[in-house]
T-cell receptor
Framework: NAGVTQTPKFRVLKTGQSMTLLCAQD?????MYWYRQDPGMGLRLIHY???????AKGEVPDGYNVSRLKKQNFLLGLESAAPSQTSVYFC?????????????FGPGTRLTVL | SQKIEQNSEALNIQEGKTATLTCNYT??????LQWYRQDPGRGPVFLLL?????KEKRKERLKVTFDTTLKQSLFHITASQPADSATYLC????????????FGAGTRLAVHP
C-alpha cells in the first residue's frame, strides 16, 4: 500500500504559467481533499471531493480548479499561476461514512511561483 | 468565522518531562476535534480524535482533553522523548459534513536529551 502519493514533489513556475498537481490514493477512499499550507498558518482547504465525478469548493478555492475523473485520483490545476500561490500543497483522503475516521495525507508538493 | 489558536512559540522541554500543548477555538461548537503530528517536509499524521461528549482520550503516552465550555483542548505527551520532537496540529470538524477540517497553525515541540 503506497497510501497517498503526490506528483511532483517540487515545482517552480513563472507567473502566468499553468500546471496540474496529481494526487493518487490506493485505499479506495471516497473523500479526497486539497489543502495549502503557508508559514504561520494552518492548513487551508482549497477544494474537496466526496466521490468520483464530484467536486466542491473549500475555504480558499479562487485561482484553482479540480477534477475527480477516477476514484483514486484527484487533480489540482492552476490555470494562471500567481506568486500568492507559492505554498506547500497537501492532498488527503478519507473513507466515507462519518467523521470519526481520519484523513490520510500525502507527502506534499512544494510550489514556487516567481 | 471559526478560529483556532495554537501557541505559535516553540515548546522546549527536557526528555522525560510531560509536554502540554493547547488548542483554543472560537465561534464554533465542533462535534469532534483531532490532533495530528507533522514532521519537517512531510504530511500530517493522525494521532487522536476526541468527541464533544468525551472529556478525555488516551493512547499510549498521549492524552487529549476536550473542554467544550472553555472551548479548549489540551494535548499531553508523558515521558517525552527526543523522537517526539515535531509540530503538532489541532483540527476541528467544520459544519457541512464530509469531515471537512479547519486546522490550527501548529505548535513546534522540541524535546532535549
Amino acid at each position: 500500500n503506497a497510501g497517498v502519493t503526490q506528483t511532483p514533489k517540487f515545482r517552480v513556475l513563472k507567473t502566468g504559467q499553468s500546471m496540474t498537481l496529481l494526487c493518487a490514493q490506493d485505499m479506495n477512499h471516497e473523500y479526497m481533499y486539497w489543502y495549502r499550507q503557508d508559514p504561520g498558518m494552518g492548513l487551508r482547504l482549497i477544494h474537496y471531493s466526496v466521490g468520483e465525478g464530484t467536486t466542491a469548493k473549500g475555504e480558499v478555492p479562487d485561482g484553482y480548479n479540480v477534477s475527480r475523473l477516477k476514484k483514486q485520483n484527484f487533480l489540482l490545476g492552476l490555470e494562471s499561476a500567481a506568486p500568492s500561490q507559492t505554498s506547500v500543497y497537501f492532498c488527503a483522503s478519507m473513507r466515507a461514512g462519518g467523521g470519526t475516521d481520519t484523513q490520510y495525507f500525502g507527502p506534499g508538493t512544494r510550489l514556487t511561483v516567481l | 468565522s471559526q478560529k483556532i489558536e495554537q501557541n505559535s512559540e516553540a515548546l522546549n522541554i527536557q526528555e522525560g518531562k510531560t509536554a502540554t500543548l493547547t488548542c483554543n477555538y472560537t465561534n464554533y461548537s465542533p462535534a469532534y476535534l483531532q490532533w495530528y503530528r507533522q514532521d519537517p517536509g512531510r504530511g500530517p499524521v493522525f494521532l487522536l480524535l476526541i468527541r464533544e461528549n468525551e472529556k478525555e482520550k488516551r493512547k499510549e503516552r498521549l492524552k487529549v482533553t476536550f473542554d467544550t465550555t472553555l472551548k479548549q483542548s489540551l494535548f499531553h505527551i508523558t515521558a517525552s522523548q527526543p523522537a517526539d520532537s515535531a509540530t503538532y496540529l489541532c483540527a476541528l470538524e467544520v459544519s457541512g459534513g464530509y469531515n471537512k477540517l479547519i486546522f490550527g497553525a501548529g505548535t513546534r515541540l522540541a524535546v532535549h536529551p
